[in-house]
């Protein structure tokens, strides 16, 4: 395959005979299948994507969700998928105030993929995004309502092109209001229930400070998708583009036990669940991949 070292070749191989042999490449033993966020290979992709789609196939993904299309039509990107033998249920857009809201969404339709899903909305609320390097400012509750605002309106627009909305979190949804609770909760509470679901980050959660598990339990049905992300252990932070952001491990090498987030996420009704990797790599991202992948196939 082009663009693969020796050591990425060995790896991809040993896990494609090892699929042959067990059936790893169905579904995960929690009866989930088996995806990962794009964004965890895509210095792989910028390289080679039609390669890389079919070498996260060969490790037993069957699901990746979409990041970016780089150079690609929407059109061109689903081809590269069906070759792979590979599907894209959700795909990750900008849907904080694009030019052509109905362009953006009929290229969701286009890859094939049910959940038009935003991977921040940072820039619908009052502080926009923050200068490099610099921390991001707090929303308070008039910004957390003004961005619940807004994913009303997109979950609208999502419905009348045949998709579902959902919300992607990090940190920075954790920052506390005056009554206690998070801004998360707004957007949960102000947010249509048909019209808008969520994918949970569960690392971002975590490291946040909040329960993953206490979010499905109490909020059953809001949740389609998760996010098997792991970081290095430290005290809880809110803090994603400044100084103070954490740092991102091989899922398995942090400190977030998924086995619980795993069997809350099917009594929630989730649907699907992608590795995701934030920096910094120790290896390869197709073989830091290939640990996602027997990270979660081992849980539950």
């Known amino acids: 395959m082009a663009n693969l070292d020796r050591r990425s070749f060995i790896i991809l191989s040993g896990a494609a005979a090892a699929a042959t042999v067990t059936g790893a490449a169905n579904a995960?033993?929690?009866?989930?299948?088996?995806?990962?966020?794009?964004?965890a290979v895509r210095d792989e992709l910028a390289k080679d994507?039609?390669?890389?789609?079919?070498?996260?196939?060969?490790?037993?993904?069957?699901?990746?969700?979409?990041?970016?299309?780089?150079?690609?039509?929407?059109?061109?990107?689903?081809?590269?998928?069906?070759?792979?033998?590979?599907?894209?249920?959700?795909?990750?857009?900008?849907?904080?105030?694009?030019?052509?809201m109905g362009a953006v969404l009929a290229g969701v339709n286009t890859l094939g993929s049910k959940y038009a899903t935003s991977?921040?909305?940072?820039?619908?609320?009052?502080?926009g995004r923050p200068a490099p390097n610099t921390a991001m400012p707090a929303f308070g509750l008039d910004g957390f309502k003004q961005i619940a605002a807004h994913m009303n309106k997109v979950g609208q627009a999502a419905k009348a092109a045949?998709?579902?909305?959902?919300?992607?979190?990090?940190?920075?949804?954790?920052e506390k209001l005056p009554d206690g609770s998070y801004g998360y909760d707004i957007l949960l509470k102000e947010t249509d229930k048909d019209l808008v679901k969520f994918e949970i980050d569960c690392g971002w959660m975590t490291i946040a400070g909040a329960s993953p598990v206490s979010y499905m339990q109490k909020y059953p049905g809001r949740f389609r998708m998760i996010?098997?992300?792991?970081?290095?252990?430290?005290?809880?932070?809110?803090?994603?583009t400044g100084k103070d952001r954490p740092e991102?491990?091989?899922?398995?090498?942090?400190?977030i036990d998924y086995k619980p987030i795993y069997a809350a996420a099917k009594k929630a009704g989730v649907e699907h669940t992608f590795a995701e990797q934030e920096a910094p790599y120790?290896?390869?991202?197709l073989a830091s991949a290939k640990v996602s992948y027997e990270y979660m196939k081992s849980v539950g």
């Open 119 to 127: 991977s921040t909305l940072f820039s619908m609320g009052p502080g």
């Open 28 to 39: 995960a033993p929690t009866g989930f299948a088996q995806g990962i966020q794009l964004y």
């Open 282 to 285: 120790v290896r390869p991202q």
């Open 49 to 100: 994507t039609p390669g890389t789609l079919k070498a996260l196939r060969e490790i037993g993904f069957t699901e990746v969700e979409s990041f970016s299309l780089g150079k690609f039509s929407a059109t061109e990107y689903r081809k590269f998928a069906d070759d792979a033998g590979i599907k894209i249920p959700s795909s990750h857009v900008n849907l904080n105030n694009p030019p052509d």
């Open 162 to 174: 045949g998709l579902q909305y959902a919300y992607h979190n990090h940190n920075v949804e954790f």
């Open 248 to 255: 991102g491990v091989e899922l398995g090498k942090g400190f």
């Open 227 to 240: 996010h098997v992300k792991d970081f290095k252990k430290r005290p809880p932070t809110t803090d994603l």
